[in-house]
């Protein structure tokens, strides 16, 4: 009897296994069918003017070389897809990288149908634009909530990976992290979707979808290993929930409108957390407050652990900053901080971030620090000799002992040493005076200036 009950269960077994694999190859059919004809392929040209030149150029002169090697164009093509998001209007979200400073650019449908685009309005901060075309009979993509994904949901990649040849291929994986942040150089905001679905180069400015069909990502970037250029199954897609914001100020206004809080932030490690008694790791602290901005006037302060924003859990500075930035200026925001081990809400009305080139957050990768260095007070020399700025002053570290922990943990010469624990410096003899009255501590901050900004060091006094 038993061995009847063990085949009747494994038959039952395949049936549904057979069933459910069926079941997720007819809902990906579905979703590419629906989704395709909304991704394009986009091709930018850029001319560029000049002309070779000859090594013994500087021996005999450019005159001779001039005449026989005149000016000449060179056009150079790049590759990249796109989504229309609005079939009405045309437009089309892609990556700012695959169109920047470009000349030309042309969409390419499944149809077969070319237009000529033109830029609606770029984002390199975040690596977005919206181009527009002129057409009729156009498919569009719907928007998901990118917040509603789950790490192990299934997502689809499509896109035109190495050629134009290969357009609107289709790949599967899934939601491998959320919240990756530090993955593209030069790009300010970053919240990345990772997966493992294979994207190539030429998937930039491509879809990720859900299987209900819906854009929950614009495939960004790779993580490669070694000089390959593909698919190492580390992919990242800027959440729609992000795209879309920025996609609806660059349509209405023809910029970005980001919220300015006014502070420098970094990320809190296990050495800061311990030495400021945190619970956990979570969250962002404060390593400067800009003069006169909307931090200063809420009343923030150097030191002060950010742990929620707007009622929403802080994960770290990458978080923090774009929490801020999608935030509308002129809103009034709670803002939940822990200061000295204490824990309490600060009201910040936010402005717009400004123009000019003025500083939201700095996330500097935190080093950790011992004793073991020498320093000296900031005057002209040491100025010269480190480069500093006229305008800064305290105890500046001269030398770093190559066997000490201030040189195993990489304190650099030329940094300016501005607090220790919550005792400010101004001199050398200052810095000596605060660390003699270290007790028993186990461990404490120093806040460092270095190259323009402000960092903590967390110091492990044993």
Same mark, same amino acid.
């Given at each position: 009897?038993?061995? =009847?009950?063990?085949?009747?269960?494994?038959?039952?077994?395949?049936?549904?296994?057979?069933?459910?694999?069926? =079941?997720?190859?007819?809902?990906?059919?579905?979703?590419?069918?629906?989704?395709? /004809?909304?991704?394009?392929?986009?091709?930018?040209?850029?001319?560029?003017? &000049?002309?070779?030149?000859?090594?013994?150029?500087?021996?005999?002169?450019?005159?001779?070389?001039?005449?026989?090697?005149?000016?000449?164009?060179?056009?150079?093509?790049? !590759?990249?897809?796109?989504?229309?998001?609005?079939?009405?209007?045309?437009?089309?979200?892609?990556?700012?990288?695959?169109?920047? *400073?470009?000349?030309?650019?042309?969409?390419?449908?499944?149809?077969?149908?070319?237009?000529?685009?033109?830029?609606?309005?770029? *984002?390199?901060?975040? $690596?977005?634009?919206? @181009?527009?075309?002129?057409?009729?009979? !156009?498919?569009?993509?719907?928007?998901?909530?990118?917040?509603?994904?789950?790490?192990?949901?299934?997502?689809?990649?499509?896109? #035109?990976?190495?050629?134009?040849?290969?357009?609107?291929?289709?790949?599967? &994986?899934?939601?491998?992290?959320?919240?990756?942040?530090?993955?593209?150089?030069?790009?300010?905001?970053?919240?990345?979707?990772?997966?493992?679905?294979?994207?190539? /180069?030429?998937?930039?400015?491509?879809?990720?979808?859900? %299987?209900?069909?819906?854009?929950?990502?614009?495939?960004?970037?790779?993580?490669?290993?070694?000089?390959?250029?593909?698919?190492?199954?580390?992919?990242?897609?800027? /959440? #729609?929930?992000?795209?879309?914001?920025?996609?609806?100020?660059?349509?209405?206004?023809?910029?970005?409108?980001? +919220?300015?809080?006014?502070?420098?932030?970094?990320?809190?490690?296990?050495?800061?957390?311990?030495?400021?008694?945190?619970?956990?790791?979570?969250?962002?602290?404060?390593?400067?407050?800009?003069?006169?901005?909307?931090?200063?006037?809420? &009343?923030?302060?150097?030191?002060?652990?950010?742990?929620?924003?707007?009622?929403?859990?802080?994960?770290?500075?990458?978080?923090?900053?774009?929490?801020?930035?999608?935030?509308?200026?002129?809103?009034?925001? +709670?803002?939940?901080?822990?200061?000295?081990?204490?824990?309490?809400?600060?009201?910040?009305? @936010?402005?717009?971030?400004?123009?000019?080139?003025?500083?939201?957050?700095?996330?500097? +990768?935190? #080093?950790?620090? +011992?004793?073991?260095?020498?320093?000296?007070?900031?005057?002209?020399?040491? #100025?010269?000799?480190?480069?500093?700025?006229?305008?800064?002053?305290?105890?500046?570290?001269?030398?770093?002992?190559?066997?000490?922990?201030?040189?195993?943990?990489?304190?650099?010469?030329?940094?300016?040493?501005?607090?220790?624990?919550?005792?400010?410096?101004?001199?050398?003899?200052?810095?000596? *005076?605060? %660390?003699?009255?270290? $007790?028993?501590?186990?461990?404490?901050? %120093?806040?460092?200036?270095?190259?323009?900004?402000?960092?903590? %060091? /967390?110091? $492990?006094?044993?």
């Amino acid at each position: 009897m038993k061995k =009847y009950i063990l085949v009747f269960t494994l038959l039952i077994f395949v049936s549904l296994h057979g069933q459910s694999a069926k =079941y997720f190859s007819e809902t990906f059919a579905d979703v590419v069918k629906n989704v395709n /004809p909304a991704v394009v392929t986009i091709t930018s040209e850029k001319v560029q003017s &000049g002309r070779f030149q000859h090594p013994f150029e500087e021996f005999f002169g450019d005159d001779f070389f001039r005449y026989y090697s005149p000016e000449r164009e060179r056009r150079s093509q790049a !590759l990249g897809s796109g989504v229309i998001v609005d079939a009405v209007n045309g437009y089309i979200l892609t990556n700012n990288h695959v169109v920047q *400073d470009a000349d030309e650019i042309s969409i390419f449908l499944m149809d077969e149908r070319e237009f000529e685009a033109e830029v609606v309005g770029t *984002d390199p901060k975040s $690596d977005l634009a919206v @181009l527009r075309i002129d057409a009729d009979n !156009l498919t569009g993509v719907r928007l998901g909530d990118s917040d509603g994904l789950d790490v192990g949901e299934w997502v689809l990649a499509i896109g #035109s990976p190495f050629s134009a040849n290969l357009s609107h291929t289709v790949t599967a &994986g899934i939601v491998s992290a959320k919240g990756r942040s530090s993955v593209i150089g030069g790009v300010d905001y970053q919240d990345f979707i990772q997966t493992d679905a294979a994207i190539n /180069p030429g998937n930039s400015g491509g879809a990720l979808v859900n %299987l209900e069909g819906k854009l929950v990502g614009i495939n960004t970037a790779i993580a490669t290993g070694g000089y390959m250029r593909s698919n190492a199954g580390v992919g990242f897609a800027i /959440p #729609s929930n992000l795209a879309k914001r920025i996609m609806d100020d660059l349509i209405s206004e023809g910029r970005v409108i980001r +919220a300015w809080l006014g502070v420098f932030i970094q990320d809190v490690n296990d050495g800061i957390a311990k030495a400021l008694d945190l619970p956990d790791r979570s969250g962002a602290v404060v390593t400067e407050v800009v003069d006169d901005s909307p931090a200063e006037k809420a &009343g923030f302060k150097v030191e002060d652990v950010v742990r929620s924003f707007g009622g929403t859990k802080v994960r770290d500075s990458s978080h923090l900053k774009n929490l801020v930035s999608s935030s509308q200026p002129d809103s009034r925001e +709670a803002v939940e901080i822990i200061r000295r081990g204490r824990n309490r809400t600060l009201r910040v009305n @936010l402005v717009e971030l400004p123009e000019e080139d003025v500083i939201f957050a700095s996330r500097s +990768a935190p #080093s950790s620090l +011992a004793l073991g260095m020498r320093v000296e007070d900031l005057d002209a020399s040491t #100025s010269r000799r480190f480069r500093l700025g006229e305008e800064e002053s305290g105890a500046v570290v001269v030398e770093v002992s190559s066997s000490g922990a201030a040189s195993r943990a990489g304190v650099q010469p030329g940094d300016i040493i501005k607090r220790v624990g919550d005792r400010e410096v101004d001199s050398a003899r200052q810095l000596r *005076d605060a %660390l003699s009255k270290l $007790d028993d501590e186990e461990s404490v901050l %120093l806040l460092i200036r270095r190259r323009g900004g402000s960092i903590f %060091l /967390p110091v $492990d006094l044993n």
